[in-house]
């Protein structure tokens, strides 16, 4: 089953920390946002593989705004 990784808040893309194909356990941090100066880590909310990063760095995002998917093999 795969699932969508939803930024929580407006901001940009400061930093990416794994790539598609990658497995990634809960709670392993994804992308670090930059927000009104402050870091905001996105995690994992599931164990399984990246099967799609939707942004790169600098990119602006929407909050609830998709940046990842992971299949958990379900």
Known sequence: MRH????????????VETEVGRTVAVGDVL????SMKMEIPVEAPVAGTLVALLVVP?????????????????
Do not use: T
């Open 4 to 15: 969508e990784v939803e930024s929580e808040v407006q901001g940009s893309v400061w930093k």
């Open 58 to 74: 600098e990119d602006a995002v929407a909050e609830n705004q998709v940046l990842a998917v992971i299949d958990d093999g379900g």
């Open 31 to 34: 992308m670090i946002l930059e």
